[in-house]
């Protein structure tokens, strides 16, 4: 059982590795696998058999443009499957997701709101992690408002409607932002995209967005039992209260992130966790870990794909989309087993 | 039976708004013991148990192990009572193992995460309660009686010596109910001690020490299943007239019908 876990995590990470090293290759301008690997001795440890000239190049195309995409697909691929994971057990409910619970619009409102009236980028990325903060909270609200007992459906009708009021606050924004710089950066930036990452941009939030996806993993042996309801984790010794607010807020952090630096990029957070259980088992020590390397792994092939199949590229957001609408039919169908 | 008590109330008292649960209950539980807890619908045994387990907050004195409870951290109490809930379904369908190893989490550390004792821990749980073979499996898709076990075993894990279990037989079929009865009574050869309510006189009649008996929010009996269990109490607890008949050793309870 545990071993069979560990050997899991240790295959889906290799496999991650593999997808990471060719997203570096693939490209309009194609680089060979020898090639790579020289470029890659010659850059750690400075030797190199062949002419360095053509380096420059690749110090341009690897370094500057394919890395920090393919970095900013694994951090956000991983956000948001581990925080719909999360999401999915600290409410108890295999239906929701950042994207369900509203979290990534209010995200997205909060962000936009940031570019609107500061240029900080820190301002963006506060606004952006307290609003879809706000969006959960009304969600919960609304969803146990109509309702005394804990219930799937009204959570998610819940979130829809929190989703729904902070898509119309961000028309405000948009409605109100200057035309021809403000408005154009805004509706680009919601539809999704990776190719605007910079290296040191990418990096800087690598910091937060790895921390909170680490502590999910870390945290992931203690929501299976709160996943039980809330008296019994308690008398199996657990903090409910503290453990449960923490996990939403680094779920909310995650996935609040991933927005600011690519807009709204949905499904990746409901359908990982389903496809995981569906394949492996609905215990969280492991599914909080998969959920991370897969929701990374698909994304990268995501935006390989959006890259790679047109000449013009295909904004991110929308091939998740259509990747994920038909994935989660097939999922809906096939997956009231593993939740009962 | 040693002289302090595992759990101790005194003058608990427990309401809703506008409805007093419990009207000042003074109860002790001591090592070894099997106590039911016996009486109507809303008598109060259930806030009773949950208010030890410090699941609700009620006025009034509860120790345990010489401790005021809200002493107590969730992780301290857990190391000193299981609580063995009625069965029920998991919106995720764990595996059994997966089930009983919920038991060790709150002994870990933070940054941890169960080890390979942790698991050996959990196998010799089920192995006591021998459903070792059914470690594998998913818990959704067992029977009642076998999650009752299942819920046991990790209860066992938790190396806790005190059980509480809130009407554990409830919705099992009859031979489940007596092989349940029937492992409590292992276990409390073991030298582990059990606080149960019940809604079955002769479930207290086979397995426990100790009835205490409650009506209305107070206590109103408690001694051996002799002295409590009689002809009087019950009809004043559940309004039906029974007679209590011994078979060889043993008290049954013979509801008799009015008509």
Redesign the interface.
Same mark, same amino acid.
Do not use: E, H, T, W
């Given at each position: 059982m545990q071993k069979n876990s560990a050997r899991w995590i240790v295959i889906s990470l290799v496999v991650l590795l593999l997808f990471a090293t060719f997203s570096l290759l693939w490209g309009q301008y194609p680089i060979d696998f020898h090639t790579f690997m020289e470029y890659l001795g010659y850059k750690l440890f400075g030797i190199s058999s062949s002419d360095t000239s053509t380096f420059a190049l690749l110090d341009n195309i690897i370094l500057q443009i394919r890395l920090p995409r393919v970095l900013l697909a694994i951090l956000i691929g991983s956000s948001l499957a581990t925080s719909g994971a999360v999401f999915q057990a600290m409410f108890v409910n295999p239906l929701v997701s950042p994207g369900i619970l509203g979290v990534l619009a209010g995200a997205s409102f909060g962000a936009a709101l940031g570019m609107l009236i500061s240029n900080e980028w820190f301002v963006v990325q506060i606004l952006a992690f307290v609003f879809g903060f706000l969006a959960v909270g009304l969600a919960v609200l609304i969803g146990t408002m109509v309702t005394n007992s804990r219930s799937t459906v009204m959570l998610v009708l819940g979130g829809v409607i929190s989703g729904s009021l902070f898509t119309s606050l961000l028309s405000v924004i948009k409605y109100m932002a200057d035309p021809y710089s403000t408005l154009p950066a805004i509706v680009y930036w919601l539809m999704g995209s990776l190719s605007s990452a910079e290296l040191s941009n990418v990096l800087l939030i690598s910091i937060p967005m790895l921390l909170s996806v680490l502590m999910m993993v870390v945290m992931s042996k203690y929501f299976d039992i709160l996943s039980l309801g809330d008296e019994e984790a308690k008398a199996l010794g657990i903090n409910v209260k503290l453990i449960r607010i923490i996990a939403i807020l680094l779920a909310t952090l995650a996935s609040s992130l991933s927005v600011v630096m690519a807009g709204i990029i949905g499904w990746i957070g409901l359908i990982i966790p389903h496809i995981i259980r569906m394949a492996i088992g609905p215990s969280h020590r492991v599914l909080i870990p998969l959920s991370a390397i897969f929701g990374a792994i698909f994304l990268l092939l995501a935006d390989s794909i959006s890259r790679l199949a047109l000449s013009v590229e295909i904004p991110i957001g929308i091939l998740t989309s259509l990747i994920g609408i038909p994935i989660f039919v097939i999922v809906l169908k096939n997956a009231r087993a593993s939740w009962n | 039976m040693e002289l302090n008590p595992i759990v101790s109330v005194k003058d608990l008292r427990f309401s809703y708004p506008k409805r007093e649960i419990l009207k000042g209950v003074d109860f002790e539980l001591y090592q070894g013991e099997v106590v039911s807890l016996l009486g109507a619908n809303g008598c109060g045994k259930s806030t009773l148990i949950?208010l030890i387990?410090? =699941?609700i907050k009620g006025k009034g004195e509860i120790n345990i192990a010489g401790k005021e409870l809200r002493k107590y951290?969730?992780?301290e #109490? @857990?190391?000193h009572?299981?609580?063995i809930?009625q069965y029920h *379904? $998991?919106?995720? *369908?764990?595996?059994v =193992?997966?089930m009983v190893v #919920?038991?060790r $989490?709150?002994? =870990?550390g933070?940054?941890a995460?169960?080890s390979?004792s942790d698991?050996e821990i959990a196998h010799k749980a089920l192995k006591t309660i021998g459903i070792a073979s059914m @470690?594998?499996r998913a818990f959704?898709e067992l029977s009642g009686g076998q999650k009752q076990m299942v819920l046991l075993a990790r209860a066992l894990t938790?190396e806790a010596k005190t059980f509480i279990m809130d009407e554990p037989v409830s919705g099992l079929d009859y031979g489940n109910q007596m092989r349940l009865l029937e492992m409590i009574k292992e276990l409390s050869s073991l030298g582990y001690t059990f606080l149960k309510t019940t809604h079955y006189p002769d479930h207290a009649i086979l397995v426990s020490s100790r009835v205490v008996v409650m009506d209305e929010g107070k206590i109103i009996a408690s001694g051996t299943s002799d002295e409590v269990i009689t002809s009087e109490m019950l009809r004043d607890i559940y309004d039906i007239d029974a007679k209590i008949v011994t078979y060889e050793t043993r008290q049954l309870c013979i509801p008799i019908f009015k008509s």
């Open positions: - | 949950r387990l410090g =699941l951290s969730q992780k #109490m @857990a190391s009572i299981a609580y809930p *379904n $998991v919106p995720f *369908n764990y595996s =193992l997966d #919920m038991g $989490v709150f002994k =870990l933070l940054f995460s169960p390979k698991f @470690a594998s959704g938790q």
